[in-house]
Every structure is written in C-alpha cells, then in structure tokens.
C-alpha cells in the first residue's frame, strides 16, 4: 500500500521519514502513526539503512494527535482500537532515530520526537503538551519521557499549564540535542546522522540498546548488561579491523558485522 501521510525514501545509508499532511500541520491520525512506524520498521530491518531521521513537511514538525479523530472516543473504543500499540512499536526499534523538528511540536508530535534518540530543532521550534487544555492528556509516553528528562518538578509545570516551550529551553533542560537554524537543519541532520552511518554497525546498534536499560535498570544491573554487549562485540569483524587498524596504524575500514 503507498503511505498517504508520510513520504519514505532512502538517502544514501539514511532512511528518510517525512510527515506529510502539511494542511493540517502533520496532526497524527491513527493511519499516519501506522505509516510512520511501518516504515521505521521498515528501515529498521533494511541492513542498506544504518540511521533513520524524521522530519516534518510545511510549517510545523506536528501539531500533535488529529483532534477531529478523537473528539468522539470513548474509554471503550480506545481500549478497543489500541491506539498506542502501534506507538509502542518506535520503543523496539534498534537503528538510531533522528528528530529533525521545526515550528510547532505539540502533544502527540513531542511525543514522536521524544520517542527518537536525537532530536535538532530550528530556533524558532515551540514544543507543548497542549492536552491539559483539552481536558485530557499525553498518552503516548509523554508523562513518561519527558519526567525522566527532565525530572518531575519541571515535567509537571509543563504538563499541567501546557506552555509552549521554545527551542533554547528544550536545549537548555537537556531535551534537545542542538539548535541549528531553518536553513541549515536538514544539511546538519543528515551529517550527523552519516556520521553514525559510518561507525560499526553492531557498536551503535548495542549502545543504543545498553543507554536504554540505564532508564530502565539498577546501575548493577545495567552495568551487567552492558558488559554482555561488550563481550558480543569481541565476536564481530569490526572489533577484529578497528582494533587491528589502530595497532598497525592505519585507517579501519568497517564491513558493518
Ligand atoms: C486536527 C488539526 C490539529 C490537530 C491543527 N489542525 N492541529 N486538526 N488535530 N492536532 C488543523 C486545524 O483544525 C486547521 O484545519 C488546520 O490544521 C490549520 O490549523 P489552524 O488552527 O487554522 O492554524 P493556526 O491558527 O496557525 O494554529 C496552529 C496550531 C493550532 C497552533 C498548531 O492548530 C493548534 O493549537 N492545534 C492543536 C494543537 C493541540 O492541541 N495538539 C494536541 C492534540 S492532543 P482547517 O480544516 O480549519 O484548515 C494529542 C494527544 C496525544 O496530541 C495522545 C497520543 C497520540
């Protein structure tokens, strides 16, 4: 089936995601969440893609869940449709996720860009949980992510007055990566995300995974799981070349195994 909302394309050994209902600022309807995560799965098992970046078409990265698809919903349809199922899928994904965001990355749109790894904003990006002012709130980890960014005393002012919070706070609090301006966003993301291209595969893919259990895991815990992924890296290729480049001096070349 050719996605409706979203525009999916391979660049090089980047997957490129682009959300793709302008008219409505990018607003996420049920159909365009399955789109944006069938391609990210997609591309998550496509061993010619190493990075994944998403950004979003027009004037706004995403103006958040599409309201007019909500504003009938009972308790039991949505426990029924499983809305968040699909959402849930972004969390077993294993290639590095990049949020390319701009203008306006409200509720259900700041929770795809906090489900990514990485995420550069313009200077004028406004990020908001708007929720609270529509009588009910994020659902699709927001309360979640964004507390364990940036710690509940602050995570709750936002959630609870839905203030817009502009780029130079989401950087300043740790929740964006980097602020780069409009015309240079897109040429900086795909740097970044070709320099992790570059890089062994297996490392990325089992740092990605080790930093995930540090939200999850005891310090012990995590520490043993990261020994594990470091042992497994002594069975790749890429251990055997980079490691024997630096002892004979030269530049690896990495096969991506
Ligand atoms: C459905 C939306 C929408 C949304 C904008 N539109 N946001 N439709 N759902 N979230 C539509 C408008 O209805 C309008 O359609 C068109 O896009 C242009 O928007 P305008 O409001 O005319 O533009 P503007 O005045 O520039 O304001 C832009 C805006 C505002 C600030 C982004 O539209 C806005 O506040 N949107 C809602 C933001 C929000 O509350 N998001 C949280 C949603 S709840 P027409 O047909 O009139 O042209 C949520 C829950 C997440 O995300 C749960 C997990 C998924």
């Not at 203008?103 to 908001?128: H, M, N, R």
């Not at 609270?132 to 699709?140: C, D, H, I, Q, S």
Request: with cysteine.
């Amino acid at each position: 089936l050719t996605p409706q909302y979203v525009k999916a394309s391979i660049d090089g050994r980047i997957g490129r995601i682009r959300l793709n209902r302008p008219e409505r600022y990018n607003a996420l309807n049920r159909a365009m969440i399955r789109e944006i995560v069938e391609a990210m799965e997609r591309f998550d098992q496509d061993e010619t893609v190493a990075v994944i970046v998403l950004n979003g078409e027009g004037k706004s990265f995403s103006a958040g869940a599409d309201i007019e698809e909500m504003v009938d919903a009972t308790p039991v349809s949505m426990e029924l449709l499983d809305p968040f199922a699909d959402w849930d899928r972004i969390s077993r994904l294993h290639k590095p996720l990049i949020a390319a965001v701009h203008g306006f990355v409200l509720g259900g749109g700041f929770e795809l860009a906090l489900a990514c790894d990485l995420i550069y904003a313009t200077p004028e990006t406004q990020f908001a949980f708007p929720e609270v002012g529509l009588g009910v709130m994020p659902g699709a980890g927001g309360t979640q992510r964004l507390t364990k960014r940036i710690g509940r005393t602050r995570a709750l002012e936002w959630l609870w007055t839905g203030d817009r919070m502009p780029a130079s706070e989401a950087q300043q609090l740790g929740i964006i990566n980097r602020i780069v301006e409009a015309d240079q966003l897109e040429a900086h993301v795909l740097t970044v995300a070709e320099r992790i291209a570059a890089q062994p595969v297996m490392s990325v893919r089992l740092i990605k995974d080790a930093v995930d259990k540090a939200g999850n895991l005891s310090l012990q815990d995590g520490m043993d799981h990261e020994r594990r992924n470091f042992y497994l890296l002594f069975g790749t290729n890429d251990q055997t070349e980079g490691m024997q480049a630096f002892v004979e001096k030269r530049q690896p070349t990495f096969k991506g195994n």
